[in-house]
């Protein structure tokens, strides 16, 4: 039998496992960010695209607006390794999730999180509970996951 602090321990890993798509989510939206910038700083330089592109073909490195493509270049790559990654992950993260029973609150409290990335003012408004009631059914699906041995395998926790 679990203790306490096993028990904890174990929402604990699980939660950092669902938050997987959260922070691929952030990398990918900051990746955009930079690209912007980038093009913008581009833009600024006054440097035509058809220019640049020529440039980055040829395989030219340098100061200037040609660095500058080259750089957006590695960060779009970046951007599409980091969209495949997203979806691998949501899927992995959906796979689980579909061990809760469907239409249960507790599934719905943790697709809401972990899936729409939803802030917990946004979940308690879009469940019509308060805060610990969220929390408790959120809680109780953690520890129905958590029940599961392919699940504690992916956290690690059958190793503790």
Partial sequence: MKTNRQQLENRKALRHYLNRYY??????????????????????????????????AKGQTGSGAAAMVLRICDIEERIEKQAELES?????????IELLPAGSIEREIVEF????????????????????????????????????????????????
Avoid at 35 to 52: F, K, W
Avoid at 88 to 96: Q, S
């Fill in 23 to 56: 922070r691929a989510k952030d990398r990918q939206a900051n990746l955009r960010r930079r690209l912007s910038d980038l093009r913008l700083e581009l833009d600024g330089l006054g440097a035509s695209p058809l220019s640049m592109a020529n440039i980055h």
């Fill in 88 to 96: 691998r992950i949501v899927l992995e993260i959906m796979d689980i």
């Fill in 113 to 160: 999180r972990h899936i729409d990335c939803r802030s917990w003012t946004e979940i308690e408004r879009m469940a019509h509970l308060t805060r610990s009631p969220c929390f408790d059914a959120y809680n109780r699906g953690l520890d129905s996951l958590l029940e599961h041995r392919r699940v504690r395998e992916l956290i690690g926790a059958d190793r503790r």
